[in-house]
């Protein structure tokens, strides 16, 4: 980015900040997911710079270009949510599932590395039958169920532990 295009983004950084700031709280009522997604939004800025400094209308492209990561946000955000909930759901069928509101990695980062998990989210997050699982792992049916009952209840007696 040459001097002209950073002074473009920072004019346009320091005039436009505070309102969409305040649409994307409006949007997530999460100041740091708004700030993240103002954030986004200047980096789509700064990658299409010189494009942008030709439109017609910078502040309406920055605007729509907002409303796409937010959406793009919130569209991660409800699926994440939902395979956290199945997760718990395939875990412990009888446990009651609260209202989840985090980002799945974030939720079970200590068990990022967990092999039971890795294949319990894979199989959740895939939503496929046993057999087309069993399919993409190169094994039997039976095997497959196996594997996903034994890592379901290496997970149950984790879960019971915390």
């Known amino acids: 980015m040459n001097d002209e295009e950073r002074r473009f983004v920072e004019n ?15 949007t997530f ?3 740091f997911l708004a700030e993240e997604a103002v954030q986004d939004t200047f980096r789509v800025v ?15 492209y920055i ?3 907002l409303s796409n990561i937010t959406k793009q946000i919130l569209t991660k955000h409800t699926r994440e949510t939902a395979i956290a909930k199945r997760i718990i759901e395939y875990i412990d ?27 319990i989210k894979q199989y959740i997050t895939e939503q496929c039958t046993i057999l087309e699982f069993a ?7 039976d095997s497959c169920a196996k594997r996903l009952q034994r ?12």
């Open 12 to 26: 346009l950084y320091f005039n436009m900040y505070e309102n969409l700031l305040i649409r994307a709280k409006v």
């Open 46 to 60: 700064c990658e299409n710079v010189s494009k942008l400094m030709t439109h017609p209308n910078p502040n309406g």
């Open 151 to 162: 890592a379901r209840a290496h997970l149950k007696k984790y879960f019971e532990k915390l």
């Open 93 to 119: 069928p009888d446990s009651e599932v609260c209202q989840l509101d985090v980002d799945i990695d974030l939720l079970y980062e200590n068990l990022s590395e967990d092999k039971d998990f890795i294949l």
């Open 29 to 31: 009522k999460d100041d």
């Open 63 to 65: 605007a729509v270009t």
């Open 135 to 141: 399919r993409k792992l190169g094994i039997s049916a």
